[in-house]
């Protein structure tokens, strides 16, 4: 929850339990760990964590050296608060620094091992497809590119993601809505849709009209190009809206239609003066197309487009210069059948005249189909009831295709398809054991929706099927081939874009009164900054600390001008280096910056518990309700802010978060709300350095650079808790603490490489295992 | 690249069918008017998130001739049609040892009135919710047992409630205790569920259409059994609430195919979401008040904004985000930005009630026969109070509401109590709703 932080004051729970501790100064005894640790609970944890008072619900009483294993649930707590250095609290006795690192490492390995010895994968939930994950199968399926969930319902989400397991419900709604939207792309990837002329729009991607577009003619402006799936064979318009105002002694622009990258007419587009004073025209084509996706493409020759509209706003004159407005696709007419279409070219691989019967042929398609869309071998039990589904279909439509188009509806409302099962049992109901090894099957499933937000392409499947997928070799290979393929872009969109809340820069609006020069095309660089950083460093195996520290990263002319640097020039994005700027990292991405503060303001306080929550895994608690209010100074100056929040961290109560929080958020300031780089707000001087509670000084985005890196093993381990947790669709719990220590050993033993990571959580406890203590019994 | 797809000829969608076929959800129903000869009573459920400043929202005086304070001017046109209701509390979204997550719970529980739990994923559990309670009743007879919509876009992350998981922000209507019920935001898919996409429009074909629909619901059925003992315990229930969901949509088939065909008011399809919160509230308003004409459904809820929500209303001139600035800290700046929002929101809730008035519907007009509910589950927002909440109900309720008073009830009252008491007058049978204690009074009388 995070506007509240800017002046929340945290009440800490243990500073209500009894104070008469002020004896027990005396520090640990040195001595060998497990000692330590008892020595350690009697004299500092009891007086507050024992059975009786049980402060925050944390009880220490039955602790043991010896029996660590058994009290992992609190003592992975024990251990986190006391790496956090949040235990024992301010005002009570602190343990020596050697005390805490014996302790740590003592504890750690004897939880590790404890684990080892008997490892908790927990049970994973049965996982419903999520919106994205949905598009992406029915894309890899059918070979359909289009946003196949957008009559879907939202997904909601829980522990930062929107594949969890537990929260993906079911309502009527969605069932309405898998079944109308399965029964739409059936008809269209079957060609069985009735051709029915609609019209589509198709909006300029926002930004500065001056930009190339990428995909059509270096020297063309003020266009647009985009993918529009044609259904059928057919005659289709394109009309292209355009914007703009002659100059004075300027030749009529030229307008460049293209289609697949072919220019197919060269619109004279000249302005007359009535239409002049409207400042839009239409050019409209009729042309025939091939079923399938086409790219349309539509601009002004450069030296027409003189780059002067800066206005997006309808309302206002356009001056001179020339772009495309929006683009209308309308059709089919003269509607000459399904064509070959790259759905029907997969789907058909057989086909059965109309006299005859089509059921082997029918069987030998869906087999292929279910067989991918359930991710799994599939036998008679699941191809029978597609086969009657067909036979209704082809009855009712009186084709073979109309029984395709019945049966294939069916696959995609299937519960086979729309959950995700990971160690169902087998058909004969057996599984042995407390924990089980997930079979290759399940193990095909996990990986690509781990790494693609989809179903297992061809291979993955096939060596899955032939048990071979969880050989050790056989599976990096696996990984390695994943990771390079586009598809693994689906971790930018669907993990980086929740976890950085990248997500929110599409939507985010900052005051246009304080932040005039934010505009569309920022917001468009902001992102895709972004986008192509994490793919460079997923891609091209990167070192998972160039997160927080590469000294480069990727802009256009726009993105460069606004960061400062010099010698970008075009729309074009490109790797850039950061030498001699003070940006470094994501927390220096405008994206980042932007999304962590308050449409009006920067907020240390909310960039302070981003970069705590996000980056170092040490979230602080809420702040309670009803904080006093900070003086009216605070909101409109960068100084009185800064004031106010020092005068929170001299009461005990706010110092505790906020002296961890404030110093990481201050060490931001140098950026606005949007991320421009500035030294001073309203007149005064920026001053962007604080100290931490050990105190160590953090000075500007460099020296927090240097404090992320300083704390590396939490910053890989939080990395790690958040690959996890996205990997696995649910919350990690303290059992899988060690599994997350193990993954941070294997990466930091891998030069921090952003393959290690993935590996070392597929070969992970709670990724390979899974426990059945909610089967029912073994028959 | 933004894709837009619109319907051609837009304009002339609906009424290009000769205005007589109706085209509801799953291209299988089709809507009737209500033909009974006593009035229908429909009912929607209006929320606002994030508290109101309570001192510019409570009338001072009691009773009738009260002065509408500046929040509630402008719905004084209805004056005669309001209850105004102070004194109603949510105790059950109070922490209750649960920490914080306030949000989180004002919105879970304000039609529930349960103690939500504390999750962020695992076991999330809450109440049944009144809306459900009521569409269980009156809302058997029409295609749609009730219709969830909300204004805001649900994808923005890293803005649920600390410790609670986004399930209990993005909606406030619960089929079940582990069923919450996704609302539609985007008018053009609301209009697509109440009168089709259009794909069919033959009565023959629709037929055929509808029974395959049952078809496939049959498969999956089958499909989901077999998969089914395959499960753990955890895994089967939430499969058995899947297969409910399932059913409760054959039953709505059913349901349909039962109707007869009527003709519809010429409706235009809309296009998307409009670009302003003003145009998109507007709309959702209009295509509410003619579901509630066409008998589509009776039940509705609807969410202006979400608990925790962070919208900017810079037509309003209020620049800054919606939960931060309901931390106001008693700032007398930020107080009247708030303000601001609070009499926004009420200005879109009288458009709606304009609409209402203006459809007639059997002795009078659809707001004669209506019960709206309008209100915010916190009080004050940077407290995070959960009583002396706002409330006002507006509508004739069939004659069952006397509007035109401020009433007061004792500090405390739960707000289910009034939710026990509206069921009760509408025929619906509950021994309690959440943690009410009994009926309250003087509803329809003085």
């Known amino acids: 929850m995070g506007p509240h932080f800017l002046s929340a004051i945290v009440l800490v729970p243990w500073l209500a339990c009894g104070a008469s501790l002020s004896a027990m100064a005396a520090q640990a005894p040195v001595g060998t760990s497990p000692r330590v640790l008892e020595s350690t609970i009697r004299q500092h944890c009891l007086v507050c964590h024992n059975d009786r008072t049980r402060t925050a619900d944390l009880s220490l009483a039955a602790v043991t050296s010896t029996n660590v294993g058994e009290q992992a649930l609190v003592l992975e707590k024990v251990l986190r608060k006391l790496r956090a250095g949040e235990m024992p609290p301010a005002g009570r006795p602190a343990l020596a620094t050697e005390t805490v690192t014996e302790l740590v490492g003592w504890l750690e390995t004897e939880l590790d091992g404890a684990s080892a010895a008997s490892p908790n994968p927990g049970t994973p939930a049965i996982q419903r497809l999520n919106r994205a994950e949905y598009t992406n199968a029915v894309h890899d399926l059918l070979g359909l590119n289009l946003d196949h969930a957008r009559d879907l319902p939202a997904d909601d989400s829980g522990y930062g993601f ?25 008809r269209l990837a079957v060609g069985t849709a009735r051709p029915r002329a609609v019209v589509e729009k198709y909006e300029r991607s926002p930004g500065v009209p001056d930009a190339a577009v990428e995909g059509l003619p270096l020297g063309e402006r003020g266009g647009m190009l985009f993918e529009h799936y044609f259904p059928f064979d057919a005659d289709y318009t394109i009309t292209v809206r355009v914007r703009g105002r002659r100059q004075t002694g300027m030749p009529s622009p030229q307008l460049d239609l293209r289609v697949d990258g072919r220019r197919v007419r060269l619109f004279d587009a000249s302005f007359d003066n009535a239409e002049v004073t409207q400042g839009t025209r239409n050019f409209e084509l009729r042309l025939p197309f091939e079923a399938g996706a ?46 070959a279409t790259e759905s029907r070219r997969r789907l058909l691989e057989c086909h059965s005249a109309a006299d005859t019967d089509g059921t082997p042929c029918a069987s030998r398609i869906l087999t292929t189909v279910a067989r991918r869309a359930y991710r799994r071998p599939v036998t008679a039990i699941d191809i029978e009831p597609l086969v009657s589904l067909f036979r209704e279909g082809q009855t009712d439509g009186g084709s073979f295709e109309h029984g395709i188009e019945m049966a294939l509806s069916g696959v995609l409302v299937s519960p086979s398809f729309l959950f995700r099962a990971p160690g169902a049992l087998d058909e004969d109901g057996t599984r042995t054991g407390r924990v089980s090894r997930l079979t290759d099957i399940d193990l095909a499933s996990r990986l690509s929706f781990f790494l693609w937000s989809s179903i297992p392409d061809e291979a993955l499947l096939s060596l899955a099927e032939r048990g071979r997928l969880s050989e050790p070799d056989v599976l990096t290979a696996q990984i390695h081939r994943m990771l390079s393929d586009p598809k693994s872009s689906a971790l930018v969109d669907n993990f980086a874009g929740q976890w950085l809340h990248l997500r929110n820069v599409a939507e985010w609006a900052p005051d246009p009164e304080r932040y005039p020069h934010f505009d569309e095309s920022l917001r468009y660089a902001f992102q895709r900054e972004t986008e192509l950083f994490l793919e460079h460093v997923i891609r091209d195996d990167r070192s998972v600390l160039e997160l927080v520290a590469a000294d480069y990263t990727f802009a256009n002319e726009r993105l460069a001008a606004f960061y400062g640097l010099e010698g970008v020039r075009g729309g074009y994005f490109r790797r850039v280096s950061l030498d001699g700027t003070p940006r470094g990292g994501i927390v220096t991405h405008a994206s980042v910056l932007m999304v962590t503060s308050y449409p009006t303001r920067t907020s240390p306080v909310l960039r302070g518990k981003w970069v705590l929550e996000n980056l170092l895994g040490a979230p602080p608690p809420p702040p309670p309700p009803d904080v006093p209010a900070l003086p009216a100074a605070a909101e409109t100056s960068a100084g009185g802010l800064r004031d106010a929040l020092e005068q929170h961290r001299a009461s005990p109560t706010c110092s505790a978060c906020h002296a961890k929080l404030d110093p990481l958020g201050f060490a931001l300031e140098n950026f606005d709300g949007v ?40 910053f890989v381990e939080t990395l790690a808790d958040r690959l996890l947790t996205y990997a696995l669709g649910r919350g990690l719990e303290y059992y899988d603490r060690p599994a997350v220590r193990e993954i941070r050993r294997r990466v930091e033993a891998a030069d921090y490489r952003f393959s290690a990571l993935v590996e070392a959580i597929v070969d992970s406890v709670p990724f390979r295992l899974r426990g059945n203590s909610e089967l029912p019994p073994e028959r | ?130 809306d459900q309670m009521l569409a269980d009743e009156i809302g058997q007879t029409t295609p749609l047992p009730s219709l969830e919509l909300g204004l805001e876009d649900v994808r923005m992350v890293g803005g649920c ?53 049952r078809s496939l619901l049959d498969f999956v059925v089958d499909d989901a059994h077999r998969l089914q003992v395959r499960l753990g315990a955890g895994d089967r229930r939430k499969l058995g609430d899947y297969l409910d969901s399932v059913r409760e949509v054959e039953r709505r088939i059913q349901n349909a195919e039962r109707q007869e065909r009527v003709d519809l008011p010429p409706v235009d399809r809309p296009e998307g979401v409009p670009p302003t919160f003003e145009e998109h509230v507007r709309l959702m308003s209009d295509l509410v008040t003619i579901a509630f004409q066409a008998d589509l459904t009776r039940v509705v809820s609807v969410m202006y904004s979400r608990e925790g929500g962070n919208r900017t209303y810079r037509s309003i001139g209020v620049p800054d985000a919606h939960h931060g600035l309901s931390h106001h800290q008693n700032d007398p700046v930020r107080m009247a930005q708030l303000q601001k929002i609070d009499q926004h929101h009420v200005a879109m809730l009288a458009y709606f009630l304009g609409k209402l008035q203006d459809a007639p519907d059997e002795d009078g007009s659809l707001l004669d026969n209506a019960i709206v ?74």
């Open chain 2, 1 to 130: 690249m933004i894709t837009t797809g619109l319907a051609l000829p837009r304009r002339t969608f609906l009424r290009g069918l000769g205005a007589t076929v109706a085209l509801p959800f799953l291209d299988a129903m089709t809507p009737a008017f209500a033909t009974a000869a006593t009035p229908v009573t429909r009912v929607a459920f209006i929320y606002t998130a994030n508290g109101v400043i309570m001192q510019d929202w409570t009338p001072t005086a009691e009773g009738t001739g009260f002065l509408f304070p500046k929040t509630l001017a402008p719905v004084e046109p209805f004056r005669d049609r309001l209850l105004v209701m102070s004194g109603l509390a949510h105790r059950n979204g109070e922490a209750l040892g649960d920490g914080p997550g306030d949000h989180a719970r004002a919105g879970a529980s304000w039609l529930t009135g349960v103690h939500p739990k504390k999750t962020q994923g695992a076991d999330i559990r809450n109440g049944r919710s009144v």
């Open chain 1, 294 to 339: 086409h790219v349309i493409g539509a601009g002004f020759l450069a030296e027409y487009a003189v780059a002067e509209i800066v206005s997006e706003n309808a309302d206002s004159r356009p001056g001179p210069g020339y772009l495309v407005d929006y683009v209308l696709v309308g059709g089919p007419f003269n509607t000459a059948g399904p064509g």
């Open chain 1, 162 to 186: 929107d594949n969890i397991g537990d929260v993906l419900t079911v309502s009527p709604l969605h069932i309405e809505k898998y079944i109308s939207t399965a029964r739409r792309i059936s």
């Open chain 2, 161 to 213: 409630d600390s410790g609670y998981s986004c399930a209990y922000s993005n909606t406030i209507s619960w089929a079940s205790p582990t069923t919450p019920l996704p609302y539609e935001n985007n008018p053009r898919r609301v209009f697509e569920r109440l009168f089709g996409d259009g794909e069919t429009t033959d009565p023959a074909a629709r037929a055929v259409h509808a029974r395959q629909n």
């Open chain 1, 675 to 714: 991320g421009a780089y500035r030294t001073d707000e309203d007149g005064m001087t920026i001053d962007a350095s604080g100290a931490l509670p050990d105190g160590t000084l953090v000075s500007g985005p460099r020296g927090l650079q240097r404090v992320l890196l300083a704390r590396r093993v939490e």
């Open chain 2, 373 to 446: 509910l309008y209100g915010s589950s916190l009080s004050d927002s940077n407290a995070h109070t959960h009583d002396n909440l706002p409330a006002l109900i507006a509508g004739g309720g069939s004659g069952m509401l006397r509007g035109g008073r401020h009433l007061r009830y004792p500090e405390g009252t739960p707000m289910t109590n009034l939710f026990l008491t509206l069921l009760d007058r509408m025929g619906v049978q509950r021994g309690h709703v959440g943690d009410s204690t009994g009926q309250i009074t003087h509803l329809g009388t003085l």
